[in-house]
């Protein structure tokens, strides 16, 4: 199972101040402000057709992050200067959810491993 990313319900949305082809490993954005810890994902371009999710693996300042392209299933794109960033979730993050998850059954928490939300619900 993959290591459970950080989240944050702070992050601002941000644009990209380089221009990233296909291929580059490293992003820098305009501000972070909020941002967790690493690893973390965020999304490229979000709701264009160029939409990308990646893993920030890696801070190499406060602006400048290293991530993994193409994660969860993406594409990795080209984005230009000023595209958008935020913080946000991908498919893997309920993935990993789903097997820590807890539910409540009156009065006990029932801790059930699960590999999906329907397996939860049985």
């Known amino acids: 199972m993959a290591a459970p990313h950080n989240y944050s319900n702070t992050a601002v949305e941000t644009e990209l101040t380089v221009d990233l082809d296909g291929t580059a490993t490293e992003i820098t954005v305009a501000k972070s402000t909020g941002f967790p810890s690493v690893p973390f994902t965020l ?3 979000p709701d264009a057709s160029n939409e990308e999710g990646v893993l920030v693996t890696g801070a190499i300042s406060a602006t400048r992050f290293t991530v993994l392209r193409g994660y969860d299933g993406y594409t990795a794109l080209p984005h230009g200067t000023g595209s958008k960033v935020k913080h946000g979730v991908l498919a893997e993050d309920f993935r990993l959810a789903s097997r ?5 059954d009156g009065v006990t928490v029932v ?12």
């Open 100 to 104: 820590a998850a807890h539910r409540f």
């Open 43 to 45: 999304i490229l371009s």
């Open 111 to 122: 801790t059930k491993e699960a590999d999906t939300w329907g397996d939860l619900l049985s």
